[in-house]
């Protein structure tokens, strides 16, 4: 998985919005999860991959439901699903289109890719 | 470069096409392009996407029949003549896009793909066929034509403005 880098990075991001929404410092969240301060930091810079179960703790901890704190697929997800290409071989036109999808355009053409063609000859 | 007229009129040829309403499906499959249907609900109308195992169009299928064969004619278009880009998602095709932010390529390429595409569903050859003998356009026959052709009135209408006499 060649995200792995960009999900990190923006769950990091949510994160850090989510806990400062809360009021709560890094320092307080970090005892309250169990983490260093350290480690919150590289977290929140998305420096550093949680667990699974940490996601639904944290988001117990900040009141909110565990999907909150997911960042959508990333677009190249959804243009390497469409081209069968990674994100290295598309042209700067196409990447900027692919940016300026919004979720709900990802998903339909998602659906157009998996869904069966139309009968011939109608 | 031949024109959008000249390019149609081959192709039509070429598909055995000699009267309205002009099949764009078969066209299409003619091609080796699926037909694939998806409700959205907005302003999305189609998109054609080029992949290395297939190439398809993609239908907004809540639109109405005749808009829905207006987007095939229009990613046709793309198909034929914008060899360059594996994606294209157009929303709004009716937007004026000299209106728009985005840059100066996309707003010609979709200006093209709707002139490709009203040339394909109403082509000039026919529709002098059809108003050779007519001293004047009324709305009745415009209507007339738009169900020939199987297009929206307000696009019958645009186009016979266009196409002269």
């Known amino acids: 998985m060649g995200n792995r880098d960009e999900i990190c990075k923006r769950f990091g991001k949510l994160l850090a919005g989510r806990r ?8 307080a969240f970090a005892k309250a999860v169990g983490l260093s301060r350290t480690s919150i930091t590289n977290i929140e810079r998305g420096r550093q991959p949680i667990s699974l179960h940490t996601l639904y703790f944290m988001a117990d901890i900040l009141g909110v439901e565990p999907s ?4 959508p697929a990333p677009k190249s997800t959804v243009a ?18 692919f940016e300026k999808l919004s979720a709900k355009e990802s998903s339909w053409l998602q659906k157009i890719a998996k869904s069966a063609p139309k009968k011939k000859g109608s | ?47 054609l996407v080029r992949t290395d195992r297939e190439t398809y169009i ?69 529709l002098k066929r059809d108003i050779n003998r007519i001293r004047r356009i009324d709305d009745h026959l415009v ?23």
């Open chain 2, 58 to 126: 993609g239908v907004n299928s809540q639109h109405h029949p005749n808009r829905q064969r207006f987007t095939v004619a229009h990613e046709l278009a793309h198909f034929f003549l914008h060899k360059g880009m594996r994606l294209h998602i157009d929303k709004n095709i009716w937007v004026n896009w000299r209106d728009d932010e985005s840059s100066k390529a996309v707003q010609w390429t979709e200006i093209q793909a709707n002139q490709f595409a009203a040339e394909l569903l109403m082509p000039t050859a026919f």
């Open chain 2, 143 to 165: 209507q007339f034509l738009a169900r020939k052709y199987r297009v929206s009135s307000q696009a019958m209408d645009i186009r016979l403005n266009n196409v002269g006499r």
């Open chain 1, 80 to 97: 390497l699903a469409l081209t069968g290409e990674p994100e290295s071989k598309w042209t700067a036109q196409e990447k900027e289109q």
């Open chain 1, 68 to 71: 909150d704190l997911l960042p």
């Open chain 2, 1 to 47: 470069m031949p024109s959008i007229e000249q390019t149609v009129e081959t192709l039509l040829k070429k598909c055995r096409v000699t009267k309205p309403p002009v099949p764009v499906e078969r066209i299409a499959e003619q091609y080796g392009l699926d037909i694939r249907l998806a409700p959205y609900e907005g302003d999305l109308s189609g998109a």
């Open chain 1, 20 to 27: 400062t929404e809360s009021g709560m410092s890094q320092q």
